[in-house]
C-alpha cells in the first residue's frame, strides 16, 4: 500500500511539472500555428469587421494567420458555445460582443459566459442612433416619447432578445413609454420596413444607418454615444442619463487558457488599436478603439451583465 501511495504521488508531482512546463512552453511558442478567430454573426456585419481588423494586425505580429469564422445563428449563442467548449490553448478565440452580456440574462445556455471565458482585451464600440422614418415628423426623443404616450408606436429590432431589442426596451423602462417591438429576422429586414414607413422608429449601429440618414431617408433622433454625428444629440443630451447602449466588441478565450497566452494576444490587440491605420479604418466605419486589460475586460463584462439584467427584468425579459 505504502508503495502504491508513494508511486502515486510520484506520479502527481510528475504530470504537474510537466503541466507547468507545457504551460510555460506553450506561451512561449504562441502561437505556433493558425488561429481560428470565431465571430456570431455573418461576414461584413460590425462583429466581422472589428474582428478582422485586429486578426490582420495580430498575423502580421506574431506570423501565424488569425483567420476569421463566421459561426453565426441564435444571437451568438453558437459560437460562443463552440468556443467554451474548444480546448484550453489559445488556438480557437470568441468575437464577443454586447449580445453574449445580453444573452446571458435572458436566454438558458448551456454554457455560463462570464464563468467560462477568460477575457482578452476590449476591441471597439459602436454608437448606436435612434432614428425615424421621416413621415413621422419626430426630430428629438421628446418628440418620440409624447407620440408613444398617446399612440401605440411600433420600434422594430432584429429580433427577441437581441441588443437592438433590448435597447428599445431600456428607452420604454427609462421614458415611462410603451412602444410595441416588432422582431425581424434579422437587422436588414428590420431597417427595410423602417426605410418604407411600416414601423417608426428603431435602434441602429451608426455605421448601418449613417448613409440613409446623410440621403435623407431616415431622421436622426439622438446617439448612444458622444462624435457620431457634429449636431446630433445624445441620449444624455436628451434627459437619458445612464443611457450610454452602444455595440462593443471584444477577444475572449476558453476559460482555463494559461494566462501568458491571453496577456500575449491582449498585447498585441493592444499595440494594434494604436496603429493610425488601425484607428483611422475603424473610426471611417463608425468604430471607436477601445483596448485594456483582460482585468479591465472582465469588470466591464460584470458591469454589463448586472445592466442588462436590470433592464431584462424590468422590461419581463429575465430567465
Not at 219 to 230: G, K, M, Y
Request: proline share 6%; net charge neutral.
Amino acid at each position: 500500500m505504502r508503495r502504491f501511495t508513494r508511486a502515486a504521488a510520484c506520479l502527481v508531482l510528475a504530470t504537474l511539472a510537466l503541466a507547468a512546463d507545457y504551460s510555460g512552453v506553450a506561451a512561449d511558442d504562441y502561437p505556433a500555428r493558425p488561429v481560428r478567430v470565431i465571430v456570431g454573426f455573418g461576414p461584413g456585419s460590425t462583429a466581422d469587421y472589428s474582428a478582422r481588423t485586429v486578426a490582420q494586425k495580430l498575423s502580421l505580429k506574431y506570423g501565424q494567420q488569425f483567420v476569421v469564422e463566421s459561426r453565426a445563428g441564435a444571437g451568438s449563442n453558437l459560437a460562443a458555445e463552440f468556443v467554451a467548449r474548444a480546448p484550453k490553448d489559445g488556438y480557437t478565440l470568441l468575437m464577443g460582443t454586447v449580445a453574449n452580456t445580453i444573452n446571458a440574462t435572458i436566454s438558458k445556455l448551456n454554457f455560463d459566459f462570464a464563468r467560462d471565458f477568460a477575457p482578452i482585451a476590449l476591441v471597439s464600440t459602436v454608437p448606436n442612433i435612434l432614428v425615424a422614418h421621416p413621415a413621422t415628423g419626430f426630430r428629438t426623443v421628446a418628440d418620440v416619447v409624447a407620440a408613444a404616450k398617446r399612440e401605440q408606436m411600433m420600434y422594430g429590432s432584429s429580433g427577441v432578445g437581441s441588443a437592438l431589442h433590448v435597447y428599445g426596451e431600456l428607452l420604454n423602462i427609462t421614458a415611462g413609454i410603451k412602444m410595441t417591438h416588432v422582431p425581424y429576422p434579422g437587422s436588414a429586414q428590420s431597417l427595410t420596413d423602417l426605410l418604407a414607413g411600416r414601423i417608426s422608429v428603431m435602434f441602429s449601429p451608426a455605421p448601418t444607418v449613417l448613409p440613409h440618414i446623410q440621403a435623407g431617408a431616415l431622421t436622426a433622433i439622438a446617439a448612444t454615444s458622444p462624435r457620431v454625428l457634429p449636431d446630433l444629440p445624445t441620449m444624455a443630451d436628451a434627459g437619458y442619463k445612464g443611457f450610454d447602449a452602444g455595440l462593443w466588441f471584444g477577444m475572449l478565450a476558453p476559460a482555463g487558457t494559461p494566462r501568458e497566452i491571453v496577456d500575449k494576444v491582449s498585447a498585441g490587440i493592444n499595440e494594434a488599436l494604436k496603429m493610425d491605420d488601425v484607428v483611422q479604418a475603424l473610426r471611417k466605419q463608425g468604430f471607436e478603439p477601445l483596448g485594456g486589460t483582460p482585468d479591465d475586460f472582465a469588470g466591464y463584462i460584470k458591469s454589463e451583465i448586472a445592466q442588462w439584467g436590470r433592464v431584462a427584468e424590468a422590461a419581463g425579459l429575465k430567465k
